[in-house]
């Protein structure tokens, strides 16, 4: 299992920004509710994870700025990260994500 630090964006707002206008980010940002992404005016490549609602991962891509991802109809939110990070963490499709918080004990990808 890896703890890796996790922003939310549930607000429609913090939605449509995402991840926009940032150099990086540390950890990865859930998207929810979320079936689809885009990179415009983004400016670096990152790794999406559909995951349906029980976090389960339903499919892993890495997409560079400027494209339009797929719409995955299961899929109830988006995990983002900087491309590459999903990998180094060892999410892939089937895996399972949990979110707590350091006090609650074990949490992150698993």
Do not use: N
């Not at 206008?21 to 859930?30: F, P, Q, V, W, Y």
């Not at 790794?47 to 029980?54: I, Q």
């Not at 988006?78 to 060892?90: C, S």
């Amino acid at each position: 299992m890896t703890a890796v630090a996790l922003e939310i964006a549930a607000s429609y707002r913090a939605r449509t920004r995402g991840l926009l206008g940032r150099d990086g980010i540390e950890g990865a940002m859930l998207l929810t509710p979320a079936s689809g992404v885009h990179t415009f005016r983004m400016g670096f490549a990152i790794d999406v994870a559909h995951l349906d609602r029980e976090l389960r991962v339903l499919a892993v891509t890495t997409m560079r700025p400027g494209r339009l991802g797929r719409v995955r109809p299961r899929a109830r939110c988006v995990l983002e990260a900087e491309a590459g990070a999903m990998a180094r963490w060892g999410l892939r499709r089937g895996s399972r994500v949990r979110i707590g918080t350091p006090e609650e004990g074990p949490y992150g990808t698993g």
